[in-house]
């Protein structure tokens, strides 16, 4: 079986249309970390492919807070103004899938599946300290999150931690095969919104049987992305920072 990891697709149908062309024919199942909506410009869209193909699903922060449940004031501006936005655009169906999706961490076949940390949902796992904090904790050997949309991630030892960093600007793919000794997490890193400096599209595959994990970068069309965004009314801050991939 292989896997196609993604998350935080954020309402960028053009970066998702990339992704899915980039990986065709290179996985039987997919798996996404949640964050499908907010921030982007086509919430429906994207939900209605991710309810049409991902087998397996968590629910991301931007999700509950389209649903109404949670409270956004510590969102940021922009952040707020989106989720505004989106509550008004979905369909009643979308906000019940939404409203609907299991929180993290879920089990998968040999892995689990979380949004932040799997001890938190709404934690983020962005250094190695906070990577060392969970060894011993995990239920499986790999999970897969995202929320940070820092690609990457972090092989756990007991003798330490070490970190894994993103697709290189130069490559469009970096493979990492998981050590026999290691707990791996693995962030696929942002689909719709990279906060890495590199703006392309990110995912991963991984195949369960070489213990591999493919991490990919795309371009997409970024242009059309941003100008939905802009014609749209929401934050035109939005827009600009697919440029920079921040």
């Not at 649903?67 to 989106?86: H, K, Q, V």
């Not at 300290?129 to 940070?148: P, R």
């Not at 906060?195 to 242009?223: F, T």
Request: charged share 20%; with cysteine; aromatic share 8%.
């Amino acid at each position: 079986m292989r896997y196609l990891i993604l998350s935080d697709i954020h309402s960028n149908w053009e970066a998702l249309e990339a992704v899915l062309a980039d990986a065709a024919n290179r996985y039987d199942e997919i798996v996404c970390c949640g964050d499908i909506v907010g921030y982007g410009a086509d919430p429906n869209a994207s939900i209605v492919w991710v309810r049409d193909h991902a087998a397996t699903i968590v629910r991301g922060n931007h999700d509950r807070a389209a649903t109404g449940t949670d409270d956004i004031e510590w969102f940021n501006p922009a952040a707020r103004a989106a989720t505004l936005w989106t509550q008004s655009k979905l369909t009643a169906a979308n906000l019940s899938y939404l409203k609907n999706l299991p929180r993290g961490p879920l089990a998968g076949d040999g892995f689990q599946v979380a949004h932040g940390s799997p001890l938190d949902e709404d934690d983020y796992i962005v250094t190695p300290g906070q990577a060392a904090q969970l060894y011993g904790y995990l239920a499986s050997s790999v999970t897969f999150f995202g929320h940070s949309h820092l690609q990457g991630g972090f092989l756990l030892r007991r003798s330490g931690t070490q970190p894994v960093g993103q697709v290189p600007a130069s490559r469009e793919e970096m493979e990492i095969r998981i050590p026999d000794d290691s707990t791996a997490l693995v962030n696929p890193g942002s689909v719709g919104q990279p906060r890495d400096g590199d703006p392309r599209a990110a995912y991963a595959l991984y195949s369960p049987e070489e213990k591999l994990i493919r991490y990919r970068r795309v371009h997409y069309d970024l242009e059309t992305a941003q100008g939905k965004i802009i014609n749209s009314g929401l934050p035109d801050v939005l827009a600009y920072r697919l440029s920079l991939g921040s």
